[in-house]
């Protein structure tokens, strides 16, 4: 750190003797609307050929400072036409402005920066806020699926809070990182799940969607180089809101919502389905379903009157609720926007919650015309609820659910309660085969809660050093604190033998980022319009972690560590990463027409082994505003066309922190410490490198009635981190090295158009779609490389799913058949042979909006779409094992089983323990994963501004929406959309929510 | 040009603050390699992080020990019993599902003993004796290794007249290679000579507690190898200065307590001090074994040998063969090493620390082998009575019947007598092996052909694995596993 304060000392001299002023004199006037007179707050005044200048304030009135002399003002205002104003010697200068509504000089954020979107000549799309606002999801990047082309994301459980796989123009990467590079307001921050414990968490949803002014994906490599290391999943750049000068608004939003499961149409079978299904199944083994020997211990006789329906037990109707209050505005001098939040989610699933308490605040202040410093900062809470055990547990409600057998009572018989055997609950413990577990007892014996408590910030200044050069020098911080706690009660079952067990693990993760550029923008001889950009990042993230565990408590009362009894298990770990680098880029372009930029960064990597820590990436781009030609004057179609095209280079460093060292670690022997080598030194493990080309094309046709965007890209990730084997007489038998190579390609669309406009009523709509095929070009020695059943080989998809091919049933018998390579059938699931028979990942995407407005009432549409990706749904093995899992309920597809010679099925004799392996993995499993979703429908209303008036309010808009309403698939289990590994292993389906709202603004 | 002062001035700032310090960082829960060897303690717990490699169930915590009896006559799997082991008793062995791990483990010892022996010469911050202790040790692991990899994986000494058969690699410096096969013969000489210079190193005699390597284990093994290479003569010299020199003596295997303080009924054999390994202690005639303790945090705990022996608190994964169930006199104290359950018989040699089968020690070398190697010398040099003296210090012990033979039914006895007393501990594989015998299994139900294996049949050899071969074209198949 102390090159850094040295720096900073450096730094603040350098500022302190630069402030040398040229003789300067002050021009004031006031802006107004040509329209109707009204003042225009806001407006940017810049002197021409300079970054100095201000904004107009509330009542449209400026005072800026310019060098005596004759000077050009220039005043421009989004959705207006820009006007230069030669001054002479005028000191009081009033202008009217014309809505331009033509205008697509939109200004969008990008690396270090933002420029006009009409300049960009890499693939961006920037998401505002008005697109999601009011949806009811906790974490933003749920919102941007179907919202952008070719990011997909895919929610992995409905789990309030659960974890997002978001995955940019195909999987990037096998072993390394797939996910993009996330950067809010200039600091890298952290995502995907840091709990060590919980089930699925996502730290994202730690941050309020509604402080986000927009979110914008760089996806090629002109938008996305100047990122280096980081940048070959693409990035998002989340930008928050902040204040205008002018009166201080305030918005008050609130929310109110019910939730339920979806309709899909699976179910588990009632207790006299499951009654013949499990005596038939005693049959067909040769024993007798009267005889408790051969009916075996797991399938009791019970009382008939028992008929618990598990599955729906695990479910309950979910809420939400939020309430929010922000405020923004300010003068010249200080700007601020500050937002305190509330949400309250109720999950569908028993145990599931999610309650965030969430602020921030964000103040700009300029010291003088060149000196502009700020402080972002937003702090939040977010409390989780998980189910215990998920997925590993019969006492997890949706996995126990799904198994639990249907005769077994959820509550204890007066019997067993006069027996103790309820352990003073109420509940049945006995259900042999599922290690005594009881779902309901579960939720109320246990809990699962994770703390996420997160500051994101960062302070900064600004400085223009000279007309046209800023200095930029900002320190970021990302703090995330988790504390995860599971409590099993003393009841429970899992908790009886020990008195009841208490874990806690309490993990924090710190990043630290500091951020300097120097940018310079010029214009030479009018048409030379030239932007340089030079800087430097150094970032360190920082994540410990403790965990302690205590059994035997005194009561179930008692849930910290230190009323227990006997100590547990405990541990500590920490660990980091650090990385930096220095980039600069170049944007040029000729009178607004022909553009071109280039960038360049050179990152250096703790991760990354001695001889290979620091790589350079690069881009250049180009682009061509045909639109701007003069021979297209004539054509009056068409009011913007350009063509750009990028080619480019960037890494990806997402591996474990210290993967490139040779490492001792430390155990015991006979009491006592000993070390031994746990990872051979690998000096030569670098970035895998992404290099991609792009082209595109913008318009806007027919007034703008018909705009879109259409890419092509080409992603080829080469230096690919694998496991390559090594002779094991090095100790180890394999390490990773930088081979195989990858190509994603495809295209992208997205329109708007404005279909219908009658009066007061406009129909919108707005449709993006992604292709990406996916293919490995490359493996070390051309070898397969099969994990489990999925493959990599080349020619293929990444992971494409490797199986034997389910024939179906023999009508003669009922066993279960299969193919071996040949197409032949075959008998003995051992004789047939796995083969690629899909990939996880859909062969398009993408979203479709339609909405409709009338006055002040506005209904919107949006369906996401996803086609051509297989998911293999394992829980099948278990709840469709054809009698090996004899006494666990299973699915009602079982019903249509093999019963008789001559039933043609795809479900096979059912036998008690059956061996003919039906339910072994193959593509019986494996189902068409395409859905098209009914993602959101709204319904608002603006309340007509007289009215609002008198309340002396400025705006008012209430909604209804819902969530999920509808799902069109094949698929048959609980929710299609099931993460990008395509697995489904009893899935937490996504709610279907209804939700009302209002927002107040005053 | 001001600018360009600006800009100039502005690079050389972001020049300035280079980061490269910054990204040497240090991980928290381990040290890069050289980090691991700086002061005498570092190479110290070097030293024990080679047990503890050894005790991984892939080797010496199971498997190595396990296979020299599954793989023999004295091997069967028991109703009920796990897979854990089966395949070294079908001996349904392919390069690709039976070895890698334990042929991985092994080397991963290896390189932990070389990165001691080659590190430890620059320690100046140790005395010489120090030095040489921590050498000695090393030396002796990578010893010891090399020769069960040549056991387990090749072909035995004198299978050609000049042991120019494929051996292993003998690894000197551990790095990301692609060596060749030593012969068997490069083999033994390479073993013999880090024996050789272990002895001259070690300070220690013997080990206290017998779980670290001592001159008189180098001593030991050393007879042992002899054996192997059939030098009769060398290994009676070492067995004999491990008998005379240091300082061990036999368990005592007759020790009875009264089982029910009741005087009129006879006292039982007392199960838990029979064997050597069921206390935290050594017995009084442990060499070199691998000991366990409650705290230790790496071992194979219930996928130890312990546990894979044990039905009543284990897996029973592997039984005795009603072949060598049989060869005990009836009297012999030696059959409480087993338990009959229901008609199923299971080893109990181990049963674990105050009756937990989680924590055991696995016997390495012990006095009654060089006891047996001392009366098979003297058998096979035509020395019966020193033979039949050496042998009955076994016998009797055991409350077995004396051996009173000469000639080639000394030998003979002798040998089955090796066979009763070292059977599950590893050895009888490679004693078959070595005598060049077939493999002859009575008491068996394969429907493979394993139930009599052929002196000289490929199964002599474990296959090399084919991730090796795979991943090194240097490393040749035997030549019975080729495809």
């Not at chain 1, 014309?98 to 009409?118: A, M, W």
Request: aromatic share 10%.
């Amino acid at each position: 750190m102390k090159k850094f304060l040295l720096f900073f000392f450096v730094l603040f001299v350098f500022i302190g003797t630069s402030n040398v002023h040229a003789q300067e004199r002050t021009v004031t006037g006031k802006v107004t609307s040509v329209d109707d007179g009204a003042a225009l707050p806001g407006v940017n005044v810049v002197l021409k050929g300079t970054s100095t200048g201000t904004v107009t304030d509330i009542d449209g009135n400026y005072t800026i400072s310019i060098p005596s002399g004759n000077a050009t003002l220039v005043f421009s205002f989004i959705g207006l036409t820009s006007e230069e104003v030669e001054i002479g010697s005028r000191s009081i200068v009033d202008l009217q402005m014309t809505s331009d509504v033509t205008q697509l000089s939109e200004v969008v954020v990008v690396g270090y920066g933002q420029t006009e979107k009409k300049k960009l000549t890499g693939a961006v799309e920037t998401v505002t806020a008005e697109k999601f606002e009011q949806v009811p999801v906790p974490s933003f990047e749920n919102i941007l699926q179907g919202n952008v082309a070719g990011l997909n994301v895919q929610s992995t459980s409905g789990q309030p809070g659960g974890a997002t796989n978001v995955r940019l123009r195909g999987i990037g990467s096998i072993n390394a990182g797939s996910a993009p590079l996330y950067v809010l307001d200039g600091v890298p921050i952290n995502i995907g799940d840091l709990t060590r414990a919980a089930e699925t968490s996502n730290v994202l949803a730690s941050l309020n969607p509604n402080d986000i002014e927009s979110l914008t994906v760089l996806k090629d490599a002109s938008a996305a180089a100047i990122y280096g290391s980081r940048a070959a999943n693409g990035v998002i750049l989340i930008t928050t809101k902040r204040g205008k000068p002018g009166k201080t608004k305030f918005n008050f939003r609130t929310q109110h919502g019910v939730s339920s499961r979806g309709d899909d149409s699976f179910d588990v079978m009632t207790a006299s389905q499951f009654t013949e299904y499990m005596r038939e199944a005693v049959v067909n083994s040769g024993g007798d379903p009267d005889d408790p020997t051969s009916a075996g211990t797991y399938f009791p006789i019970v009382a008939d009157t028992v008929d618990t329906d598990w599955l729906d037990l695990a479910f309950q109707d979910g809420s939400l609720q939020s309430y929010e209050l922000n405020a923004s505005g300010g003068d010249e001098k200080t700007r601020f926007f500050a937002s305190v939040a509330y949400l309250d989610q109720e999950g569908i699933a028993v145990q599931t919650a999610l309650e965030r308490l969430s602020t921030r605040f964000n103040i700009d202040h300029s010291a003088n015309d060149k000196l502009t410093f700020g402080i972002n900062a937003g702090i939040s809470n977010a409390k989780q609820l998980s189910r215990y055990g998920a997925g590993t547990s019969f006492g997890d409600p949706l996995y126990g659910g799904m198994f639990l057998s249907p005769l077994y009572p959820v509550f204890a018989s007066e019997e067993q309660i006069a027996a103790g055997d309820d352990r003073g609950t109420g509940f049945n413990f006995n259900t042999p085969g599922f290690a005594n577990h009881n779902i309901v007892a579960t939720q109320a014996l246990s809990s699962n809660e994770t703390n996420t408590f997160r500051i994101t910030g960062k302070i900064y200044m600004n400085y223009d050093i000279l007309p046209g050069l800023t200095f930029n020098n900002s320190l970021g911080l990302d703090m995330v604190r988790l504390t995860e706690e599971e409590w099993t009660s003393q009841n429970h079952t899992d908790g009886v033998n020990d008195g009841g067990v208490v874990q806690v693990v309490a993990t924090q993760n710190a990043d630290y980022v500091l951020t300097n550029t120097l940018n310079y923008t010029k214009t030479f001889s009018d048409v030379h319009n030239l932007s340089i950009l030079i800087g430097n990042e150094y970032q360190n993230a920082i994540r410990e972690s403790v965990d302690v565990e205590g059994n035997n408590f005194p009561s179930d009362k008692l849930r910290t560590v230190n009323s227990a009894a006997i100590a547990g298990d405990f541990g500590a770990f920490g660990t980091e990463w650090a990385i930096w680098g220095l980039f600069s880029r170049l944007n040029y372009n000729y009178a607004n027409k022909y553009f071109f930029d280039a960038s360049l960064r050179r990152d250096g990597s703790s991760r990354f082994g001695a001889n290979k820590r620091f790589a350079t990436f690069w881009s250049v781009g180009g682009g061509y505003s045909i639109s701007e030609e003069p021979f297209m004057d004539n054509i009056s179609a068409i009011t913007n066309l350009k063509l750009r095209s990028s080619y480019g280079t960037s890494g990806n460093q997402d591996i474990n922190n210290f993967e490139s060292r040779g490492l001792y670690q430390f155990g015991s022997y006979h009491g006592q410490p000993t070390s031994r080598p746990t990872q051979l030194d690998n000096p030569d493990l670098t970035w895998e490198e992404s290099v991609q080309f792009n082209v595109g094309l913008d318009f806007s046709l027919f007034s703008d009635r018909l705009s879109g965007t259409v890419d092509y890209y080409n992603r080829t990730t080469s230096e690919m981190l694998l496991d390559v084997g090594i002779s094991r007489t090095s100790g180890f038998g394999e390490i990773t090295q930088n081979r195989g190579e990858m190509v994603n390609k495809g295209w992208e669309v997205t329109l708007n158009s404005v279909n219908a406009v009658l009066g007061d009523f406009t129909w919108g709509t707005s449709f993006n779609i992604a292709f990406n095929d996916n293919e490995i070009t490359e493996l070390p020695g051309g070898e397969d490389i099969v994990d489990g059943n999925t493959i990599l080989r080349e020619g293929e998809a990444v992971n494409a799913w490797f199986l034997p091919i389910y024939a179906g049933v023999n009508p003669a018998d009922g066993a279960p058949m299969w193919y071996d390579e040949d197409g032949n059938i075959v008998f003995a699931y051992g004789d047939a042979d796995r083969q690629i028979v899909g990939q996880p990942f859909a062969d398009f995407f993408g979203g479709l909006t339609n909405t409709f407005e009338y006055k002040g009432l506005s209904l919107s549409v949006f369906f996401f779409f996803n086609q051509g990706n297989d998911v293999r749904r394992t829980v099948s093995q278990f709840i469709n094992s054809d009698g090996s899992r004899f006494g666990r309920n299973q699915s009602t597809e079982q019903l249509r089983r093999w019963q008789q010679p001559g039933d043609i099925t795809d479900v096979p004799i059912i036998k008690r323990n059956n061996t003919d392996q039906g339910n072994s993995a193959s593509t019986r499993q494996l189902h068409d994963g395409s859905f098209i979703r009914l993602r959101n429908v709204t319904l608002a209303y603006n309340l007509p501004q007289s009215l609002v008036s008198k309340a002396r309010l400025s705006n008012v808009r209430v909604y209804a929406q819902g969530q999920n309403l509808l799902t069109w698939t094949k698929y048959p289990g609980l929710d299609p959309e099931t993460g990008i590994q395509g697995v489904d292993f009893g899935l937490y389906p996504q709610p279907r929510a209804w939700t009302v709202g209002i927002d107040i603004g005053f | 040009m001001k600018i360009y002062k600006y800009l100039l001035l502005g690079f050389l700032v972001f020049a300035g603050i280079s980061c490269e310090d910054q990204l040497e960082l240090e991980p928290q829960q381990s040290v890069s390699t050289d980090a691991a060897f700086e002061t005498l303690k570092d190479f110290e717990n070097a030293v024990l992080g080679m047990y503890e490699g050894m005790q991984d169930q892939l080797y010496y915590g199971r498997n190595y020990p396990a296979l020299g009896d599954a793989s023999s006559d004295n091997g069967q799997i028991p109703d009920g019993a796990g897979a854990r082991l089966t395949v070294f008793y079908t001996m349904a062995l392919n390069p690709i599902n039976t070895t890698g791990g334990g042929w991985e483990r092994m080397y991963n010892v290896i390189s932990r003993s070389n990165n001691i022996i080659n590190r430890i010469d620059g320690l100046s911050t140790a005395t010489e004796a120090e030095r040489n202790q921590v050498k000695g040790e090393a030396l002796f692991v990578r010893a010891l290794v090399h020769f069960d990899l040549v056991r387990q994986f090749a072909q035995d000494y004198n299978f050609t007249s000049d042991q120019s058969h494929l051996g292993v690699p003998y690894i000197e410096v551990t790095e990301i290679g692609e060596p060749e096969r030593n012969t068997v013969g490069e083999v033994y000489s390479n073993v013999l000579r880090d024996l050789n210079e272990a002895e001259s190193l070690m300070g220690n005699t013997t080990s206290q507690e017998a779980d670290q390597a001592s001159k008189m284990a180098a001593v030991a093994l050393r007879a042992r190898l002899k054996l192997y290479m059939g030098d009769f003569s060398g290994a009676l010299t070492d067995a004999n200065n491990v008998i005379d020199n240091g300082g061990y003596s036999l368990a005592n295997y007759m020790l009875m307590v009264d089982d029910d303080n009741d005087p009129s009924t006879p006292d039982v054999v007392d199960l838990d001090n029979i064997d050597s390994w069921s206390s935290p202690n050594p017995t009084s005639e442990s060499i070199f074994e691998l000991e366990t303790s409650v705290t230790d945090q790496e071992f194979p705990g219930l996928e130890g040998l312990a546990s894979i022996y044990q039905r009543d608190d284990g897996y029973g994964d592997l039984g005795p063969s009603l072949d060598i169930i049989n060869l005990y006199d009836a009297d012999d104290v030696r059959q409480s090493w087993y338990l009959n359950v229901a008609g199923v018989w299971f080893v109990e040699k181990y049963p674990g620390q105050g009756g937990n089968s989680q924590w055991f020690t696995t016997p390495i070398l012990r006095l009654s082998e060089m006891v047996l190697i001392k009366a098979e010398c003297h058998a096979r040099l035509n020395q019966n009575t020193e033979a039949q003296t050496a042998i009955n210090e076994i016998t009797s012990r055991a409350n077995a019947p004396a051996i009173n033979s000469t000639g080639a039914d000394l030998l003979a006895d002798i040998l089955e007598e090796r066979r009763r007393e070292l059977a599950f501990e590893g050895h009888r594989y490679f004693d078959l092996k070595r005598l060049q015998e077939d493999i002859v299994r009575n008491d068996c139900n394969l429907t493979n052909g394993n139930c009599l294996i052929p002196y000289g049949n490929r199964l002599f050899t474990y296959p090399i694995p084919q991730a090796e071969t795979d991943a090194n074209p240097n490393m040749i198949q035997d030549e019975g596993w080729r495809n």
